[in-house]
């Protein structure tokens, strides 16, 4: 999109949390962060939310949301975006809340390309991309202490294990430290778990 319309706003809407994922990324202008669970209680921040993304008065909205799930709060975001444009994927009752449908991707299509090809319709000559996390001189620099500090320095090889995931998707401490212990018996790598607060019982378990 950014190629396609370098001198646009580009802004995403994304869960609370989540929005350091796309600090730094120079296509992005701005990130709009929400709490689903809270406006499900507070319905008025939802309404604030909605004035705020109409006051933007988009020409394209686009959502995200898996191909094969219908997610309504996804649409209805999308619709009371009020952009003249909405693009989505023809599934459930998208074409209520969508005036653009693209057909579903192959089921076992990567989740990333299939986000990238929600807009291949209306950029047919759009070229394939990578998957880019732009990471800020500050976490680079607490990264490098980091290691330093855990006797990790130079070309030393080491392996970043994280046990992330939620439902089916979690594969499990007792899995991840049998993947940890196989790599490094194989290797002689050193492994560095990372996650975030989800994650700290299953690291916790994964290390005694």
Do not use: C
Not at 29 to 56: C, I, N
């Amino acid at each position: 999109l950014r190629d396609a319309f370098p001198d646009s706003e580009l802004d995403v809407l994304i869960s609370e949390g989540f929005e350091t994922v796309l600090s730094g990324n120079p296509n992005v202008s701005r990130t709009l962060a929400f709490d689903k669970q809270r406006m499900r209680t507070m319905p008025w921040k939802y309404l604030g939310l909605v004035r705020t993304l109409r006051s933007r008065k988009y020409d394209l909205a686009v959502d995200v949301s898996n191909g094969y799930h219908f997610s309504l709060n996804g649409a209805l975001l999308t619709r009371l975006s009020g952009a003249r444009y909405r693009i989505g994927y023809d599934r459930g009752d998208a074409g209520s809340y969508m005036n653009v449908l693209v057909a579903l991707p192959r089921p076992d299509t990567y989740m990333a390309d299939a986000i990238r090809d929600i807009v291949r319709p209306i950029l047919p000559g759009m070229l394939d991309y990578g998957i880019a996390l732009y990471v800020s001189d500050e976490d680079r620099a607490f990264a490098e202490v980091w290691l330093s500090e855990h006797e990790i320095t130079g070309y030393d090889p080491f392996f970043v294990v994280h046990p992330g995931g939620k439902g089916k998707k979690r594969w499990g401490a007792e899995n991840f430290a049998t993947l940890a212990d196989r790599v490094t018996s194989v290797s002689g790598a050193r492994v560095v778990v990372a996650g975030g607060r989800e994650e700290e019982q299953t690291v916790g378990e994964m290390t005694t």
